[in-house]
């Protein structure tokens, strides 16, 4: 029982909304299904005898609902969820996954234990929550194979989208995702990726291969496109709109990494990428991280589809863009050679992307694999 409701309520959280997230200590709101699920947001099981009765609660919840749980179709509520989580209650290595995702709680009188309990701001969670986000938007959204190769046909779990992705794709996640982290918002402290709600798309070099990192360029590849929450959005337009000055409680409105650098306003000759309408970017290169939003989520502009590679139709007024521009040619992919990195665009020694990023900014994590998988 444990183990199949865990299951379940792992893809209900995987589904979240993108205004459904806050600052670390908010508590994830009823609605983790948009098909109108709400009754059993609040209940999640844990090993122990005064939550047995939260077990039930839970499945009775589904079974009213009209959800079928049971055998392999373990969400299925035949409209907006529209996939099939494959995974088996009794398999190992699942139940070892969401026994870390899941960590029992040893107070019995914990109650209904929150979903965010699920959730961390590390490094390794946030990686694995928002996998998990983009596993779920494939299923539900990506009828065709994304420039990646990926699509809804051809994952069954986060562990094939994570060994579906090339070399390169990877490392586009992993050096954008160990950024997002190492920046923080000035109010809490919490990382921007804690911020981020949902990955849409996340795509490395054009014709990247196994063996081949693609293109170093092009304005729809060595990139993710995201969704934020409000939180994020206000953070980026504020230090937009200061041009990442010092305020007065003494932080930047976001701070980059390492400690004294922060993200500003945008100094990039061609303004934003399309459709968006603002652009910040990190004030330290090397490489430079750089956010494409729109700047009023109320705008008819930010209501419209993106039109963008992959996900044309798709319309997020907090949609959020991230590239790391490598040199002064604003060439983005981590597993290209550079030279042209130094100050005022000198030359340097040749190094991988992702060697410059990590004498800049620290370890990627590159042996990162989502829980569970081999």
């Known amino acids: 029982m444990r183990n199949l409701l865990f299951i379940t309520l792992l893809a209900a959280s995987a589904c979240n909304s993108a205004a459904s ?6 508590a994830i709101p009823d609605a983790l299904f948009d098909t109108g699920i709400d009754a059993v947001a609040d209940v999640v099981s844990v090993d122990s005898p005064a939550n047995d009765a939260n077990a039930d609660a839970a499945v009775e919840a589904f079974d009213d609902a009209g959800v079928e749980v049971g055998d392999d179709t373990l969400l299925d509520t035949g409209d907006d969820a529209a996939f099939d989580l494959q995974l088996d209650a009794g398999n190992d290595v699942a139940n070892d996954a969401l026994d870390e995702l899941f960590p029992d709680t040893e107070d019995p009188e914990a109650g209904n234990a929150d979903v965010t309990a699920a959730w961390a701001d590390t490094l390794d969670s946030n990686r694995n929550r928002l996998l998990g986000t983009y596993f779920a938007f494939l299923k539900a959204s990506a009828t065709t194979p994304q420039s990646n190769g990926l699509s809804g046909n051809n994952v069954s779990n986060v562990c094939d989208v994570w060994n579906g992705l090339d070399p390169s794709s990877r490392a586009v996640f992993l050096t954008l995702s160990a950024r997002l982290q190492g920046s923080r918002i000035g109010i809490d402290g919490s990382s921007m990726l804690w911020h981020v709600v949902e990955i849409y798309r996340i795509v490395g070099g054009q014709n990247a291969t196994s063996t081949d990192p ?13 969704s934020q929450d409000q939180t994020l959005h206000a953070a980026l337009l504020a230090a937009n709109q ?4 010092l305020q007065s409680n003494g932080q930047y409105d976001i701070a980059d990494a390492p400690t004294g650098t922060f993200w500003r306003d945008s ?4 303004g934003a990428h399309a459709p968006f ?4 970017e990190t004030d330290k290169g090397a490489p430079r991280g750089q956010t494409q939003y729109f700047r009023d989520p109320t705008s008819a502009l930010a209501n419209a589809p993106l039109g963008r590679q992959d996900i044309p139709a798709l319309v997020d007024p907090l949609a959020l863009e991230m590239d790391l521009d490598y040199d002064c040619l604003h060439n983005s992919n981590p597993q290209c050679s550079y030279t042209l990195y130094g100050p005022l665009c000198m030359p340097a020694s040749t190094k991988i992307g992702t060697d410059i990023f990590v004498q800049s900014y620290g370890a990627i994590d590159a042996d990162f694999r989502p829980v569970g998988c081999l």
């Open 21 to 26: 997230r806050g600052s670390p200590d908010e």
């Open 214 to 226: 693609g293109s170093c360029g092009g304005g729809e590849y060595n990139r993710m496109i995201m």
């Open 242 to 245: 200061h041009k990442g000055a």
């Open 267 to 270: 100094h990039d000759l061609a």
């Open 277 to 280: 309408d603002l652009s910040d």
